[in-house]
Every structure is written in C-alpha cells, then in structure tokens.
C-alpha cells in the first residue's frame, strides 16, 4: 500500500491532521495515528473496561485537566498513576498553582523557596497548603475507616469526594467512581502526609486490598483495554493486573520515549508483554515512540472528534 | 506566570491546540508552541532570509509534499539537505512510490527487491527507474555547463527543472529559484549516479563553488533565519554559513532528538552555537526535543493559520 | 585544563581506563570517571550513610551477583529498588536461571510458555518453583510477625534470612541487616505471591512503616550519599528519604539514559533535586547518561581497586 | 543457554571484563562483549578490508589518539569521517588543545572568544593557528595537483604528510596510507579554509573521484567490515561503498544511541541494511546502543589483549 504524501491545511483540526499521518501511515506518525484509531475503538466498546497508566509529571505539564475530562467523557474506568500525579493534582484543586518563566541555578531557587519540575517551578507555600488541607481532610475520614486499614483507591476516593475543583482528576475520579490505584503512594509527598498523619493519629494502609480490588476489575471484565502514558510502576501494575486472569488484554496502546533495547520495563515494547500473556496473543497494539505533553492534546482532541462521528 | 492546564476540545484546529500548549508553556509542548510563534515571525518578517534543514527521511515518511508546500507559500529561501532526501524525492517525482504494509526479515526483502527504510520501503525498480531518468536528464544538460564544474545547486536546478510532480520540493524549489544545497550529494545513491555518469560524460562537481554561493546568500541577508529538522550536515552547514558574516543568525529553531550530554553536534542545543558566533547573543532560540513526522504537520498547519491570521 | 587525549593500552585494568578518562575529563567518559572518584569518596568515608536505588532488570541482565558483592563490601548501607528486581533476585535463589539465545515471535514464546525480557528469558517453571518456595517461606514466617502488619523491609529479611544461594542480593542484604526498600512491592509477582497468600493466611503490609523507617535512617545519618541506577520509584524514593530531614544529600552519582527535557522525575538532573532541597545545595553530584549493563561492571571494578589502594 | 551472573573483581582488564559480559550476553553488555568478538575476527582476518566510520566529536573527547593507535597498529584500511573530526585533530596537530572546567553563558563566551562543544572548550586562538597552519600547507602543495581537481582523500593525505604530531590520526594515515574519506568536506572549518583558500589560489575538489576511490576499495576487497561510530555521512558513505559491488559487508559494528523508529539512517539497525545488499545476508553484526566515549577506550584495550593472545 502506498504512503501517501500528507496534505496538510491551515485550520485542519487534529483529526484531520490524524487522517492525513494515517494516509503516510508510517513512522511515528503512522503510529500516532493508528493510536487514535485503536482508542477510539476500545473506547467505544461497551465491552472494553480501559485501564489508564499515567507516569510523569502531567498537572505540572498542564495536562492533569485533559485527564479529568477523559474521565468526565467516561473514556477511562480505572486509573493507575504516581504519588507525585496526585500530589501534583490535589496542590492545583487547593488552589495553589504551577509557574513557569523563573530562571536561576538550582541553589538559588531552594534559596527562594522554589521546587523546580524541569521548568515548572512550584513555591514552599504550596506544599505548606498541601499540609493543612490534606491533614483536614485526613481527619474528616472516619476514624472506623483508616483504623483498620484501608485501600489506596479508597483513601484516594475519599479525599477526591472533598474536592471543589473540577479540573482535579482525582476529584473527577471520585465522583465517575473511577478507581484511581497508586501503588506506590509511600513514594510520594502525599504519602510523606500521609506518614505524618499515621503519627498522630489511626491511619493504616492495606496494599493488598488495593491488588484484590484491581485484580477482581480484571478478572470481572469483558475485555480490557491499556492506555498507559510513560512507563515505571503504572505501565507494570496495568500490565499484570490481567496475568492472573488467564487472559491478556485485548487492546494495548504506550506512549513512551524510553527504549527497549536496555532491558528495563518502561521501555519494553507491548510485544514483550504478549510473551508474558499479559497482553493477549491476537490483541491490536500500538508503540508511539514520542513525548506525552505533544502528543496527549493532540490525540484527546482528535478521539473527541472520532467518537462523536460515530 | 501560571501554568495554564489545557483546555482541550474536539474539532480544535492545530493552531488552537498549539495555544493551549502555550498556555501551559513548559515541557515539550511549550517548546513547541514557542517553536510556532519563533517561525511565524521570521517567516512573515520580509528582511529574513529564512534557511531551511532537513536530515532523516522525510519523503519515505510522508513528508515530503510539505517541504514542497512550504516553499509555494514562502516560507523557505534556503534548503540544505542530504543526498537520501533528494533521491526518494526524485523517485516519486519519476512515478514511484514508497509503500508500506510489508513484513518479513530484511534478508528474505533482499530477496524479493524490496529495500526497507524503517517501515517504509522501496522496490529496487525504483532505482531501476532513477538510474533511465537521471541518466537521461543529466545528458540533457549541456556539457558546457558540466564539463567545468558545475555547483551541486545549479545541477539540481538543473534537474529540478527538469521534473513534472508539483509535490517534488526538489522541483518546487527550482521553480522558485530557492538553492538547495547538498554538501554530501556523494554520500546518496543520486550520487552514486553521477559518479556513473561521469564514468562515461563530462561531469563535474564544483562544491567550493556550493560554498561560495550560500556564504554569499548569508552575507547578502539582513537577517536570518535558520529552520532545522533533524541533525547532521544539513545543520552544521547552515549554522556554520553565517560563521565567516561577524554576525549569526537572529532566529533558529531546531525539532530533534539528539541529546546533547554526548557531545556531538547533532544533539547540540542552539544555545552552543551562540559561544561559536554562529547564532547572535540576543537571537530567539527554540529547541524542540520531538519527533519530526509528528511535529512537522502540526507545526505546518498551525504556521499557516498563524500567517493567514496576521 | 587541558583535555587529554586519552592513552589506551592492552591489559589496562577498569581503574586505569577511568584514570584516562579522567585525563579527558569531557563527555559521557569524563561524566563516569568523576563517578567512580565520587562514588570512592562516599564509600570509604566512615561518616556516609550510602543509599542504593535500582530500577530496570539488574538479574536478568547478568548484574544481580554485582550487587550482592556491593553489600558484602560494604560500600552500601540501605537499598531501595523494584519488586520485579527483587522477585528475579528469588527465582535465581531458588535454582531456576534466566537464558538466552532463545528467538521466536513473542505468541510463540507464550505458547511455549517462555517470558521475554528483552533478550534475556524465563520459563514458566520459573513462576512455577517461585510460588512453591515463597509460599512455603511465607508459612515458615511466624503468624504474629505478619498478622497486625508487617513492614516491607522486614519481610523481605525474613525472607532473605531463608535463601541459600549467596549470589542473592536479597539474602546478602538480610545477612548484611542492609534494609531493602520495596515501596511498589504490590506491583510485582512477588507481590501477587504475597497477596495470594494473604487470601488463606494472614498477612498484612505495613508500607507507612517501611516509610518512618527510611526517613528515621536518613534522620540519623551523619551524611549521606545516593548511588541511583535508572529512575522510577527507587530513585525518587531515595531523594524524597532526606525531604524531611532538613538537609539533603552530601553526594549522588546516578546512572540513566532517560532525559530531561520530558519532565519526569526519571530522567530529571540531579541538580533539580537541589531545588527540592532532596541534595544538599554544596553537594557533589555526578549525572552519567548511560546504559547500567555496561558501566555497572566497570564502575564496581574501578570501585574496588581504588578503595584497595587507599 | 544461561545467562550467567557477571563476576566482577578488582583490577581486572577490560578484556576480563568483557568476558564476564559475554557469559551474561544479553542486554547491552551482551552486545559490547560480541562487538569486540566480531571486531577482532575482522581485523585478524588477512582478508578483510576494514572501513572504520566516525562522527561525532572524537578529538573534543579524548579520543582522537585511539583513531591514531588504531590506525598505526593496522586495525583499519579505510576512513570515513566529518570535516569537523579532521578540523579538530589538525587543531591538536598544530599544537593547540581542547581545554575543559570552563563555566559561563554561551553569551559571556562568545564574548572570550570562546567556542563551546558541550564540555570541552577551544579559543578563538585555535581557529587562528588553524587558518596560518593549513593556508601555508595549503600553498605547500605543488600547484599542479590542485588546480585540475584533486580528490578529498589526496588532499588530506598531502596535509597529513606535512604534520609532526604523532597522535594526530590525520598523519598517522596518511603515513600509513589509510584514505580518509570526508564527502563533506566543505561542511566544516576546514572546508571553509579550503574555500578561502580557493578566493586567490588554485583550487578544486574532485569529488567524484573520491567516490570513484572508495568503490574501487569496496570492489578490490576480498572481504569487507564495518565499524561505525555514530551516524550521519560516515555510516550512510561505508554502508553505500559496497552497493555497486553486488556483495554487501560481511561484517559490520556499529556503536549508536539514536533509534530506529525515527527513521532515519543514523538510528537505522544494521539489518535494515541487508534488505538494501549493503551488508551481506549471511553477515554477522553488532547494534551497540552506546555512548562512544565510554565504549571506545573499553573496545580499544580489549581488542588489543585479544589479538595478542591470537
């Protein structure tokens, strides 16, 4: 088949550009474009429970609202992420903010007060607002609920239920009742709270509840379908909460610039993971070998646009 | 200034997606929607002499119809690329296509004649095809104006000229008398023809002449303007044209990624070519760390609205 | 200072390579020399407490056995790493061994019941003798140790305690009473393994546990230093341990290839830790963008002939 | 067959090391430790013309006396590299050097006169030098072999005669008669003396020639290897000088961080080389996914201890 040479336009809309890199159809951009095409069908499958993998530094980057609206869109039915997204998430839902446009050597800014995120900076004061809120909200949950040990996703869910901001994901997750599973949420400075709370007051965490909840998600599915953004912990937790199912998902989709060749797990290729049985053996996958703030707007975009043609 | 997260709908078109990314401003959608804006502004800004690079393989990925756009709308005054480039131009300029879809081990593709470019590939009747063509334009050269040495520019005007496909940005830029420059026009199989030819006619290459030509076209500019994809000769050639001026370039953008911690010139930021007098102090400098034949596109339909704008 | 041109010879041993590194001093090279002269600097001095991260796939890659000799030596005191690195780690303790050489489609493998990890691989068996053995060590722990909750790190040296293959660096850090941190242990077969268990016996983790433990070991070092291999959770666990402390790390070397213009903690600077305060402003830091399999050995080979000699 | 855990001790080679990374094989140690393998059956070998290929910056790095060592101890027949590799050794030849430890703003630099290649620097002083040192070589050279066209690699080999620094890789070819191929010569500081140069004295560049010298090569060779630092003109130039031959290399390393998925031929794999008969079906090669500076001296010392004990 012929790789069309792309005609592009001014004013195309992203799907339109999407349709174009689809005609190529190869490279990166053939890839990008066959992402677009596998989503929307997983997406638009009743059949599908789509499990979200997001590592990074999104709410930094300015997408932590697109995620929120994947979920008003019911696009996702369960979320795996980092400590530090949802830190990130909640500091934005109390009102504090990213900044961007500050220079200066790394000394200088501890110097000022200012944590750099690449060249995303956020002051001290937002983690001292963090503090008072997140110890409040703590305190608000039912005592009968932390003392014995609660799950992750549902600690998550009951600080996201206290939220008034509707661009936080963790909010938007609480109210669509998306799970949100942060295995590693000791790794985070949520977590450190977390840790702070646990001193003063009851508060136990029970991890393995939060692997049954997942694993019972994967088993009770239909299909299943991944949409996983960078790699780490959230790419891995999705990937083997299908292995003991005894069947792998049907669809997969990464976005990741890490590479395979160096053995790790972020960088493996889906393929791999059909070797694992964690993705099944006639699944549809696609590796997009490219960065998430480019390419995640222009794919939410272009998704929006395919779903309501249908 | 506060990191706005985007707000991101269907039927956006690149240019309102392109904004969003400025308003979040960091990351690698920042640097690509100040890529837009950098651009825009040399483009439409009448005293810059806007010079174009193009390394990778950007016809057998789609993009080569682009390239050509760009240069009917204006956007280019000066094309340094490699030998690959040129070649898959002048391929589909002679009928042939690059296709896609073909699986197999590349040695059973040498079996069957197919020759692979990633997933993009080329049957070696293509080449069969070049070699009449090319063999048949260059005898249509007078020989006075090759037996002397003739400059690599003037020749591919030559067969620039020469050619009948309107998507051929090597015909297009002959109709718009912009120079494509190719220091390495031996390092390609288009090479490999000329030598072939030479074998048998009067042909020689007078690249000192090449050189003279784009020192002079940097001299003659008020100010300049330096669009780069991808690295290798096309990049060092262009920033290296303004060394002998006692002034650099007053804008570069460059979408590559080549890191630069491994110290070879592909992977350089722009800013290193300030210490070297090659871009000026006070220049506006975008490097995007991306993927061309995701970022091209976009970058192309978001500069023609932003120009249709003004 | 003069870049050396650096002097190679037949015979050289890992050190005296360094040591011409050294003399260069520039580039990726320069970057892995000033490591290993950091790296001795941290390890022989008395008053550092050394914190070792690993992230990616360390056993199958054949680096597994380094590690446990890094602990027999001494040159670290806490290590923070992945489940998956961790449950390798077993499977090698119990008898079974990773392979290579294998080729085939990864449906293939899967039929054959084979696990790829890029190319290295494991047989189902593996999984098979994991579950056996764990299950019977996880009996073998006494019920009041693992009823009210259990901190990762001590399981783990429970389970350390009962290995009898000295190449492990599970066992060699139980014997050693270096702690192993495993924050996302759930995210890992051998966590799957524990909450199987969990589902007829009684087991709970106690993850905020395991937190106040490393914050207590950073809280109580004099100084402290990070030798951070790839990113992930092990990383920015090990940064976020001296958070709280009020002071930050005295010296950190790490070792990865992801980058940092993406903005993700993986592949950020060590330098942007400073903003955090997670290093300490006048601290020395070393960032070594490379592959681990291949400077992993050299860096540990250069490591002990320096530390003999001094 | 087993991946076998490394067994790394204190002051071994980097041949006993490499060992140990043979018997792990897999990842990229794996690799390194076959690339030395393959590299010494190549140069051992009476029948196997060596073409070694180098972008990059060598000489910046520390590296350029190890291109001099190779060459004086028979390792390569042929020289593909950049104008600037060969700017930079004529540099060093003529008694100026690289410096490092240099801090500051590429602005501030620019301002001393000082030009910046990621860590190692080189004074305005050095280009100076260059321009008197080559304009009187230049001169040197008997107006006959000049002015009617002379190919790259007799240039070069005539300058190479006039140099009196042995660690200098330029001379040590040239005294060894290795030709060094640079098809873009005029891409580079020295291109642009030659140029100067042209403004008031004979001179033209036969290029054809040149390229007419290394199919002459290819064709003449019994067998053929590559080694191929980095990508751009130096790969593309060795893996072409075979594809008139209608035999394509029988061996072939090649040491790279760019990746394949982008499509261009810097990151191509070298099996995407077989589908074009530029590597022979049946030949064995080596993808080292690498830094350079870091693998080159470790390759070096290893590949000298092999082939004594041969």
Request: proline share 2%.
């Given at each position: 088949m012929r790789v069309k040479q792309m005609d592009i336009?001014?004013?195309?809309?992203?799907?339109?550009?999407?349709?174009?890199?689809?005609?190529?159809?190869?490279?990166?951009?053939?890839?990008?474009?066959?992402?677009?095409?596998?989503?929307?069908?997983?997406?638009?499958?009743?059949?599908?429970?789509?499990?979200?993998?997001?590592?990074?530094?999104?709410?930094?980057?300015?997408?932590?609202?697109?995620?929120?609206?994947?979920?008003?869109?019911?696009?996702?039915?369960?979320?795996?992420?980092?400590?530090?997204?949802?830190?990130?998430?909640?500091?934005?839902?109390?009102?504090?903010?990213?900044?961007?446009?500050?220079?200066?050597?790394?000394?200088?800014?501890?110097?000022?007060?200012?944590?750099?995120?690449?060249?995303?900076?956020?002051?001290?004061?937002?983690?001292?607002?963090?503090?008072?809120?997140?110890?409040?909200?703590?305190?608000?949950?039912?005592?009968?609920?932390?003392?014995?040990?609660?799950?992750?996703?549902?600690?998550?869910?009951?600080?996201?239920?206290?939220?008034n901001y509707k661009h936080s994901f963790v909010k938007a997750a609480a109210e669509a009742d998306v799970p949100i599973f942060c295995p590693a949420i000791t790794d985070s400075i949520l977590g450190l709270q977390m840790w702070l709370f646990s001193q003063r007051n009851a508060l136990k965490l029970d991890v393995l509840e939060d692997l049954h909840k997942i694993i019972s998600i994967a088993y009770e599915s239909k299909k299943a379908g991944a949409f996983i953004l960078g790699g780490g912990v959230p790419k891995n937790h999705i990937l083997q909460a299908m292995l003991l199912t005894g069947r792998g998902f049907d669809y997969a989709v990464q976005i990741t610039l890490d590479r395979p060749e160096l053995g790790g797990l972020s960088g493996a290729t889906l393929s791999e993971a059909k070797s694992w049985g964690k993705i099944a053996k006639n699944a549809v996958t696609v590796d997009v070998i490219a960065d998430v703030t480019i390419t995640l707007p222009i794919i939410f975009s272009a998704l929006k646009e395919t779903l309501e043609r249908k």
């Open positions: 336009k001014s004013g195309m809309s992203a799907l339109e550009i999407i349709e174009e890199m689809a005609g190529a159809g190869v490279f990166i951009a053939g890839r990008l474009a066959r992402a677009v095409h596998v989503l929307s069908e997983m997406i638009s499958s009743e059949d599908v429970t789509v499990f979200f993998g997001a590592a990074g530094a999104l709410v930094p980057a300015g997408l932590g609202r697109i995620i929120a609206e994947m979920i008003y869109d019911g696009f996702i039915d369960v979320i795996v992420t980092t400590g530090a997204n949802i830190t990130h998430d909640l500091i934005e839902a109390f009102g504090e903010t990213h900044v961007k446009g500050i220079k200066g050597e790394d000394e200088k800014l501890r110097e000022n007060g200012i944590n750099r995120i690449f060249d995303s900076y956020l002051s001290d004061n937002a983690f001292v607002v963090l503090e008072k809120r997140i110890q409040e909200i703590l305190t608000d949950i039912p005592v009968e609920r932390r003392k014995e040990g609660i799950p992750v996703y549902e600690l998550l869910k009951e600080i996201g239920l206290r939220l």
